[in-house]
């Protein structure tokens, strides 16, 4: 049977002003009535489950609509969406969800699973966003991960950024993300294998949509990739470069890692 979930909220005014703080916007917050920014999309439609329905991670354990692959370790791997229509600040919304794929194969490090997620949010009886969300299932650490590609450096726009542990809290308390890795950093080390705490995946996809929409006439369609993780220790800058059909994009972390790349229109 086909896995669908449907979620009805109101995009709140409150938490739009609590997202542009987070981001660290200059300017007014947009209010009720505004367009919502793109992307923000995830501040609503909580999925809030009691603790005993999560897993060891903090996020919502498996086994219901995302199906129990026997393999615990869950991250973002990326995702595509395509704006018709701008979300109304104030205003009811819904969101359709339903898997339409799930693949599992042998990976570098080992076993893992690939799910995707179509998500449709309409509001006022019109699609304004659909979108494709990738996500990776992996089994326990592996300390003996492959060497991740070297960023780009021909970028013609930069921006940098440092996330401190306050801001992936506040991120993770907006968006009602559990996970344990952006803020439990004796779990992401000695559990997940990771040197610091994780900047989440989204967040970085968030950066650099703002920049891809600060140099387009409006912002239709963005897909990213997530390459490497990036850390709140060190400093992470989100790169633009035009070509001829929209805008590449990348986040390059402080050792010239690739941690996403991205590409707008």
Request: proline share 8%; aromatic share 8%; with cysteine.
């Amino acid at each position: 049977m086909e896995q669908i979930r449907e979620w009805h909220d109101t995009m709140d005014p409150a938490r739009a002003a609590a997202m542009h703080a987070v981001l660290h916007r200059s300017g007014p917050a947009p209010a009720q009535g505004d367009p919502l920014p793109p992307f923000w999309h995830y501040i609503h439609f909580w999925e809030v489950q009691p603790s005993a329905l999560l897993g060891r991670d903090g996020h919502p354990k498996t086994g219901g609509f995302i199906p129990d692959l026997g393999l615990p370790r869950r991250m973002w791997a990326g995702g595509s969406l395509t704006f018709h229509a701008p979300l109304i600040i104030g205003t009811k919304a819904s969101k359709r969800s339903r898997i339409t794929d799930v693949s599992e194969k042998p990976g570098k490090t080992g076993p893992l699973a690939i799910v995707s997620i179509s998500h449709e949010i309409h509001q006022n009886d019109r699609l304004c966003i659909s979108e494709t969300q990738r996500l990776i299932y992996r089994g326990e650490t592996d300390r003996n991960a492959p060497t991740p590609p070297t960023a780009p450096t021909n970028e013609v726009i930069r921006r940098s950024r440092h996330f401190s542990t306050v801001d992936l809290f506040r991120y993770s308390a907006l968006t009602v993300n559990g996970h344990r890795i952006h803020y439990d950093r004796d779990y992401a080390r000695d559990v997940e294998g990771y040197p610091d705490l994780v900047v989440h995946g989204p967040l970085l996809a968030q950066k650099l949509i703002e920049l891809g929409e600060s140099m387009l006439d409006g912002l239709k369609t963005f897909e990213f990739r997530a390459i490497s993780p990036a850390f709140d220790t060190e400093e992470i800058t989100f790169c633009a470069l035009p070509v001829a059909n929209g805008i590449d994009l990348w986040a390059r972390a402080s050792d010239g890692r690739l941690c996403m790349s991205a590409f707008a229109t």
